[in-house]
């Protein structure tokens, strides 16, 4: 088909200057036919499909990419299958074996787009660039996953390495600086060694404050974590210019990325870390990968930025955070804006908090004394009932309020409760302090230990405390179980309804002669 232009050229010559169409074809190295229809028509016809387009290698998966396009519907805008997601998606979940072209254009046709269709304005252009060996790129972005049947918000700390394109990415509760150590010791254990520099934003859970002097340099107080972990690992810190994120689009471009294709559909985990398991194997399925430009995959191109990278310590580094912190009245301490159960005696004393990504660390002295799974909530109280045994057995009247208390009482076994309604009604408020003396062993054994010696005390009427420790210690060191009835009065006792008959032991000394 031809354009109004040649339309108006064509019928200008012949129509009004007298061109013949003999000479018009050879003018404009057209068929007498063409020319003819030219002019016959003023503007060129408009023409309509009379049969639908046939597309035999999508036809038997249209359904399933239209689903896809309605449950992009609800999902992030940032988030949402791309033309090259669902073409991988149809190759691995249906074994398609059709060109990508042809996915392409089916989308472009569910959506009604044109093909070619951009948004109109002025782009800023930039200068393609090039990385040595042994550099990395590192980011935050976020995601949305499911976990445990919840949406949930999720930050992605994402480090790439712009040489060979080896990328690493894992999931976080939040960005703050213990996700950032742990994000950085996860990525170095990844790739097997540390970047010689890395290129970061000027976030503020690395750069504290910028310091300008008067001959226009600028110089970076960098956070106690972030300064801690560089001079652990020695690799330098570098940093791109505020709001000019192409400095490091190496790692803009993978955050986008990761979360089109490693997170699309929406993954639905029981927790974060088994949608980090998720990230880390698609993180390694892409090294099989040959990019566009290059004709070895990144897990060869790799090989070059490892020979280069810093060799790894020999211990890894805790990527945590310390403060300090007081104890209180009620044996907690106040952590992001939380509060930690610690034991009982160190109440009104100063400690040490160490937090990591998912647990808090409360330390006194040099010693741990409380091990807690992070909280991310606001104004949680945190307990381990463990914590308030002897304070409670001092003050047995607070068994039944004691906040701590809820928790054992939906956690312990069912035997635990008949061994309390036992003890009390044997020996009343005595039975009280017994029944949490029995719980403390709960600090030293495995519940599953302790929950069988209650078990078999129940069954043979043995429940006081040494009898329970007794059968406890028996179980680890793989032994019958002697209690002494003199040091155990309480033990049921075995009556005899008749006498020995030491007779049958006369018979038996006189068959062995002895």
């Known amino acids: ?25 050879g003018k404009y190295q057209l068929h007498r036919n063409t020319i003819k229809k030219i002019l016959g028509s003023a503007a060129p016809a ?6 639908s387009i046939k597309r035999p290698a999508i036809d038997g998966h249209k359904e399933f990419i239209d689903e896809i396009l309605i449950s992009d519907r609800k999902a992030p805008r940032k988030q949402r299958h791309t033309a090259r997601r669902i073409f991988d ?14 996915v392409g254009r089916y989308i472009r046709f569910a959506l ?28 935050f972005g976020e995601g949305l996953a499911i976990l445990a049947g919840q949406e949930t918000t999720v930050h992605l700390f994402v480090m790439d390495l712009p040489f060979s394109d080896g990328c ?6 939040r960005e703050n600086g213990e996700s950032l150590c742990d994000g950085h010791v996860s990525a170095f254990a990844f790739f097997n060694g540390v970047p010689l520099n890395i290129l970061y934003d000027n976030t503020t859970i690395i750069v504290s404050n910028i310091c300008k002097f008067s001959n226009g340099q600028k110089q970076r107080q960098y956070t106690q974590v972030f300064a801690h972990l560089q001079s652990y690992y020695l690799f330098e810190a570098k940093f791109a210019r505020v709001c000019h994120g192409n400095e490091k689009g190496s790692v803009e471009g993978l955050v986008g990325f990761a979360r089109r294709n490693f997170m699309v559909p929406i993954p639905n985990c029981a927790d974060i870390d088994e949608l980090n398991k998720h990230l880390e194997s698609c993180c390694r399925k892409r090294q099989q990968s040959v990019l566009r430009g290059h ?11 490892q020979k280069a990278f810093i060799k790894l310590p020999a211990y890894p580094y805790e990527p945590c955070s310390i403060k300090s912190g007081m104890v209180n009245k009620v044996a907690l301490v106040r952590f992001d804006n939380n509060d930690y159960s610690v034991p009982s005696q160190y109440a009104y004393r100063s400690v040490l908090i160490k937090s990591y990504v998912d647990k808090i660390v409360i ?10 799974r992070r909280s991310y909530n606001k104004e949680e109280a945190v307990y381990d009932p463990a914590h308030y045994l002897a304070i409670i057995e001092r003050k047995i009247n607070s068994l039944d309020q004691a906040a701590p208390m809820l928790r054992w009482q939906n956690e312990l076994p069912s035997c635990f409760r008949l061994l309390r309604t036992r003890l009390e009604a044997r020996d009343g408020k005595q039975g009280k302090r017994s029944y949490v003396q029995i719980l403390k062993f709960l600090s030293d054994f495995k519940i599953s230990v302790v929950t069988k010696a209650v078990e078999y005390g129940l069954s043979k009427g043995i429940i ?4 329970i420790k007794h059968l406890i210690l028996a179980q680890i060191d793989q032994r019958p179980a002697a209690l002494d009835q003199d040091l155990y009065p309480n033990l049921p006792r075995l009556e005899y309804s008749t006498k020995p008959n030491l007779a049958l032991y006369d018979n038996l000394m006189a068959i062995t002669g002895d």
């Open 46 to 51: 408009i023409y309509s499909r009379s049969k």
């Open 112 to 139: 009604g787009l044109e093909p070619g269709m951009r948004v109109n304005g002025v782009r800023e252009t930039y200068v393609p660039l090039v990385h040595e060996p042994g550099t990395a790129q590192a980011d």
């Open 168 to 173: 690493f990415v894992k999931a976080y509760r």
């Open 295 to 305: 004709s070895s995959s990144i897990a060869t191109r790799m090989i070059a930025d």
């Open 1 to 25: 088909m031809y354009g109004i232009n040649m339309y108006v050229e064509i019928r200008k010559a012949c129509l009004r200057d007298g061109l013949s169409m003999r000479a018009a074809a």
């Open 464 to 467: 006081d405390p040494h009898s």
């Open 89 to 102: 998606r149809l190759c691995d979940e249906r074994q398609y074996e059709g060109s990508y072209s042809a």
């Open 363 to 372: 330390c006194y002295e040099d010693k741990e004394i409380a091990n807690h």
